[in-house]
Nanobody, 124 residues
Framework: QVRLVESGGGLVQAGGSLRLSCAVS????????MGWFRQATGKEREFIAT????????YYADSVKGRFTISRDNAKNTVYLQMNSLKPEDTAVYYC?????????????????WGQGTQVTVSS
């Protein structure tokens, strides 16, 4: 059974930083594309960032570009999201996802496996 577990969420003041981790078990992700999405209350889940299998290619939503950094450690089967200069509008539940399939990397439908999410709250 494939399981993704996010951690590192919490409450932070605007301008602060958090680092999210997503540990995967039941599947070796070294050949997978991995991504982060988020869902704010009352809104649809949205794409945040994606990274290819070896970490050499990344892509970000405009809303987080320059503030967030996605990275991965295949030896640990883990993907990370470093979030700096956080804003109140970054408040959401953050989800990681992984896939071995080819697809549109900004689309939810392209990812096969999902975590349960971790709450990030940014106070003003």
């Amino acid at each position: 059974q494939v399981r993704l577990v996010e951690s590192g969420g919490g409450l932070v003041q605007a301008g602060g930083s958090l680092r999210l981790s997503c540990a995967v078990s039941g599947r070796t992700v070294s050949n997978d594309r991995m991504g982060w999405f988020r869902q704010a209350t009352g809104k649809e889940r949205e794409f945040i960032a994606t990274i290819n299998w070896n970490g050499e290619s990344t892509y970000y939503a405009d809303s987080v570009k320059g503030r967030f950094t996605i990275s991965r450690d295949n030896a640990k089967n883990t993907v990370y999201l470093q979030m700096n200069s956080l804003k109140p509008e970054d408040t959401a539940v953050y989800y990681c996802a992984t896939t071995g399939r080819w697809g549109t990397w900004t689309a939810e439908r392209s990812y096969e496996y999902w975590g349960q999410g971790t709450q990030v709250t940014v106070s003003s």
